[in-house]
T-cell receptor
């Protein structure tokens, strides 16, 4: 079974530029999550989708971050404009309905200079 | 949100058992205890979870105290590949079902 795919794996941008990350969850998984992990800390949930609807985006900085999940499958997370403090690993995870496990992708490491 | 307390780091020798402790004194009756681990440069991976009874799977065992205020993740025979950050998480399936990660325990395995 293929795992959660993310791209790109690494991205370096200058502050005030825009960036987008892509996630392809495991086939059939209804729930999709985006996390931000700053160096030395645990992942922090940014947004949770159930199919293509948003369940929780309370921790998403909506002035600069946006996310969508078209057709309830792939998802993109965008930052516009980026700040230095956005440097982190952005993790995508998915889970099937009715289970406790979340399956994480390898993450995208973003460096903002 | 109910919180967990874990040691920042632990060391263990290869091929020996490892006991990773977690305190969760404010756990509620509907909170499940979950463990995830994160290997270097990878996303977290699910290890095990339980509610009241001890649990075993192919990766580890979870021992839950009778009062549920603490639990221990047991790796029966540590290998170098078990070096990772281990997160103990409380998750209320009856409420918002969020996973809130703390800083976890960084486990070092000595050859």
């Amino acid at each position: 079974e293929a795992g959660v795919a993310q791209s790109p794996r690494y991205k370096i941008i200058e502050k005030r530029q825009s960036v987008a990350f892509w996630c392809n969850p495991i086939s059939g998984h209804a729930t999709l999550y985006w996390y931000q992990q700053i160096l030395g800390q645990g992942p922090k949930l940014l947004i949770q989708f159930q199919n293509n609807g948003v369940v929780d985006d309370s921790q998403l900085p909506k002035d600069r971050f946006s996310a969508e999940r078209l057709k309830g499958v792939d998802s993109t997370l965008k930052i516009q404009p980026a700040k230095l403090e956005d440097s982190a690993v952005y993790l995508c995870a998915s889970s099937p309905t009715g289970t406790s496990e979340q399956y994480f992708g390898p993450g995208t490491r973003l460096t903002v200079t | 949100d109910a919180k967990t307390t874990q040691p920042n780091s632990m060391e263990s020798n290869e091929e020996e058992p490892v006991h990773l402790p977690c305190n969760h004194s404010t756990i509620s009756g509907t909170d499940y205890i979950h463990w995830y681990r994160q290997l270097p440069s990878q996303g977290p991976e699910y290890v095990i979870h339980g509610l009241t009874s001890n649990v075993n799977n192919r990766m580890a065992s979870l021992a839950i105290a009778e009062d549920r205020k603490s639990s221990t993740l047991i790796l029966h025979r540590a290998t170098l590949r078990d070096a990772a950050v281990y997160y103990c998480i409380l998750r209320d399936r009856g409420r918002d079902d969020k996973i809130i990660f703390g800083k976890g325990t960084r486990l070092h395995i000595l050859p």
